[in-house]
């Protein structure tokens, strides 16, 4: 991934006149919109995974590595700052003040710790806000548990990376071999830039151009008006129709069971066969993700019977990917939603289903509408960009979010992952259910707020016995 906050084509940024470095390390609008709207907790965006081993890693060894990947990987030695002239959005720069020690744990289970007391601990961890003084990211190593395996959970804040970037940054603290050097000599450490901002005058041109050619590009008319503008007013409305449809307000959810929200979060995963998955898409002409939100649809629907209720539709986060090759750490994502019609239990219906919102949602034109608008945000009073972002997160009954990681084993230090397990952070919602295939297998991390899921156990259970319904042969 490159630089959230590299502009790319067309993106406004005039390199002429605007120090590349400055422009290069500014966030971009959707990542500072994920970074200032915490000042409502609920929409805290923690992310969290959780690397199974079958053997205890060495905690000196662990912490040199990471020592040493930090130094390769200038993301994980860069803190937020903010501009002072307050124009500019937030940038990224080393921290001149660096220390492994705040970023890097040691936690031990006794030797008999179970994997419900590792999701309580990762539950636990992720739990806590992340320093925002610092970079963004935490690793603690779990040590202690049953028949001497370990674990890593791995903390990062939603405003460093996207799903995919975080698996790409994984492959640079991995090694597809269990071939490694445990002494390897440390890189020095990145220079602090210690630059200022730009002068009043180019900061207002960089904002500018960037927000009227990310506009012009969203509505797809900038340059053909004239020869056509019939077309262009038609193109014109499309955009705003789907602008009513991307950035209305979600209302307040309609579900008596799961319509409660609390701070609270409870951890829970289960695995299943990547090959089965691609089968049951197959299977109607579709694809894993579809098998994947059919299993969340019909999983949701029977829990909702286990209370005596009904649930006829299903308000569904799903993010659509918009990242390329040449792209970086940052968020390179749009925040969408589907209604699921959940009417039916037949998993064929709700796999075609799922496949028709989701290529639905990938298409609309407003999509490209959600970057110019985020920085529109960030010249909001914080209370008031805080109360629109809201609007638009709560209220979504369940977060899906499919990534694709490695599909080879991974080492870390010498010793196979034998397991990864992510955890979304839930921004409002009921339920966020983030599924990473690796090796073969498709690991799937169900983070709850107890408020409106009263019965985690009881709501994974309907969800695995939902994905072996769609997974069936038929």
Known sequence: MTSPTSPGPGSG???????????????????????NIENDPRLRSTVTAIFGFD?????????????????????????????PLG???????????????????????????TPRQLHELAAAVASQALDRSIPLWEFTLVNGLADGRSALIVKTHHALTDGMGGMQLMLELCDLTPSFEPDRELPPPP???????????????YEAGRFLRNLGRAIDTAG????????????????????????????????????????????????????DMRRAGRRVGGTVNDAFVAGISLGMTNYHRRFGASLESLRVSVPVNRRVDSDGVGNHFTPGKIHLDTSTSDPDELMRRAHREVNLLRNEPANALVEPVANLLRFLPAALSTSVASALF?????????????????????????????????????????????????????????????????????????????????
């Open 13 to 35: 940024c005039d390199h002429e006149k605007m120090p590349a470095d400055l422009a290069d390390d500014r966030m971009s609008g959707l990542d500072t919109l994920v970074w």
């Open 55 to 83: 053997e205890p890693l060495d905690p000196a060894v662990l912490r040199h590595h990471l020592d040493r990947v930090s130094r390769l990987v200038p993301r994980m030695h860069q803190r937020v700052v903010h501009d």
């Open 87 to 113: 124009i500019a959005p937030p940038r990224w720069e080393t921290d001149p003040d660096f220390c492994l020690g705040r970023h890097f744990r040691v936690a031990t289970l006794g030797g008999q710790g």
């Open 191 to 205: 220079t602090p830039s210690g630059r200022d901002a730009g002068s009043v005058e180019s900061e207002i041109r």
């Open 224 to 275: 053909d008006v004239a020869d056509d503008p019939v077309d262009a007013a038609q193109r014109l409305g499309s955009a705003i129709s789907s602008a009513r449809r991307v950035l209305s307000p979600v209302p307040p959810p309609e579900s008596s069971v799961i319509g409660a929200r609390s701070l609270d979060i409870d951890f829970r995963s289960f695995a299943l066969s990547l090959e």
């Open 394 to 474: 709560v209220g979504i009954d369940v977060a899906a979010s499919n990534v694709a990681g490695s599909p080879v084993p991974l080492h870390l230090c010498g010793h196979r992952m034998t397991a990864l397990i992510p955890f979304g952070p839930l921004i409002g919602c009921a339920a966020n259910v983030t599924m990473v295939s690796f090796d073969g297998t498709v690991h799937v991390g169900v983070n709850c707020d107890p408020a409106a899921i009263s019965d985690p156990a009881m709501f994974v259970h309907e969800l695995e016995a939902a994905y072996a319904t769609v997974l069936a042969d038929r």
